[in-house]
């Protein structure tokens, strides 16, 4: 699997194989449905609350006696269908994370990279440098690259002057290959991989398989 190599100006520097195990297997679509339902439910705190009866300040004593006011008997002031009483059946905090098994995390990742190169949305830069955070630099790379939308970037190894520089960036995040997610690819119009993160992905793949 051949893919260009582009520098910064967005010429054809090289080209470079693509290891056809990570970014040429089929799209399993199930899986990455599965993975994303399972990463967004990870990303919930789950800190949601509400104070119960028990829990609100008041109520100590009956508002009006059981019987011969005429109005509806009531027992507490914390009753739920009163003023600032307390809430019947309201969230409390718990735990949504789910699970998935490496196997399935694995698969997914190829999947959402393979639909990447299939749909011809995956960049290769040669290299990234820069000697200080230049935000207007980055913008310049990214129009040569003709990169459009929401992008990632992948790294090797994080850098400053690159991280800083992508900040102030709309639509471009970054990430390292050796934490990359199958989320991550999805939720990207296009990824944008420095030659040597490629290197990367592919041994992280190569050393989890034995």
């Known amino acids: 699997m051949k893919i260009d190599v582009l520098d910064t100006k967005g010429n054809i520097v ?6 056809k195990d990570v970014f040429g297997i089929k799209p399993n679509l199930e899986v990455l449905a599965q993975y994303v339902r399972v990463y967004l439910a990870n990303q919930r705190q789950g800190t949601s609350s509400t104070l119960t009866r028990a829990e609100v ?4 004593k009956k508002p009006w006696r059981q019987k011969g006011t005429g109005r509806a008997r009531v027992g507490s002031s914390r009753n739920p269908i009163w003023r600032h009483g307390g809430v019947s059946h309201g969230p409390k905090p718990k735990d949504w994370g789910l699970s998935l098994n490496d196997r399935v995390k694995k698969l997914a990742i190829k999947s959402a ?12 830069l040669d290299s990234l440098k820069f000697e200080k955070p230049k935000t ?6 990214l129009n040569n690259l003709k990169t459009l939308g929401k992008a990632l970037l992948v790294l090797n190894e994080r850098d ?15 990430t390292l290959a ?8 999805i939720n990207a119009n296009g990824v944008l991989f420095l030659k040597d993160a490629v290197l990367k992905l592919e041994e992280r793949f190569k050393n989890a398989s034995k």
């Open 113 to 124: 990279l393979s639909q990447k190169f299939l749909d011809k949305k995956i960049t290769i």
């Open 57 to 60: 300040s008041g109520g100590g």
């Open 136 to 141: 207007r630099e980055m913008i310049s790379v």
């Open 178 to 185: 050796q934490r990359l997610n199958a989320y991550e690819v």
């Open 160 to 174: 400053e002057n690159i991280v800083k520089s992508v900040a102030n960036i709309p639509n471009l995040t970054y």
């Open 14 to 19: 090289e080209q470079m194989d693509l290891n």
